[in-house]
Nanobody, 124 residues
Framework: VQLQASGGGLVQAGGSLRLSCVVS????????MGWFRQAPGKEREFVGG????????NSADSVKGRFTISRDTAKNTVYLQMSALKPEDTATYYC??????????????????WGQGTKVTVSS
């Protein structure tokens, strides 16, 4: 299974970006999906998750109301729509896929596959 993340870049504070993560090599609908981020010098942190049928989403408190996760089964793609970006959102963003169902999305070690990361830089 391969995950290919894209959509990162440089944006001014208050702006928006949409990250995409295309999944290949297996049936997309078999996986819960999550987004994580890691800023320089910091640990990887959970951003949000969505279950395999796209019904449930779960987001970190720091991004609630600003970030939205969605998935498109026809395109084998999960999205992270980011709005009202802040300099503290600067990080490399990673998508991840989890095969075993679960109620929480926050634990990185529960994910089986990871994308390569896409860098987001928010200038003040």
């Amino acid at each position: 299974v391969q995950l290919q993340a894209s959509g990162g870049g440089l944006v001014q504070a208050g702006g928006s970006l949409r990250l995409s993560c295309v999944v290949s090599g297996d049936t997309f609908s078999r996986y819960d999906m999550g987004w994580f981020r890691q800023a320089p010098g910091k640990e990887r942190e959970f951003v949000g998750g969505i279950n395999r049928v796209g019904v449930t989403t779960n987001s970190a408190d720091s991004v609630k109301g600003r970030f939205t996760i969605s998935r498109d089964t026809a395109k084998n793609t999960v999205y992270l729509q980011m709005s009202a970006l802040k300099p503290e959102d600067t990080a490399t963003y990673y998508c991840a896929g989890r095969f075993r169902p679960g109620s929480k999305y926050t634990l990185a070690n529960e994910y089986d596959y990871w994308g390569q990361g896409t860098k987001v830089t928010v200038s003040s």
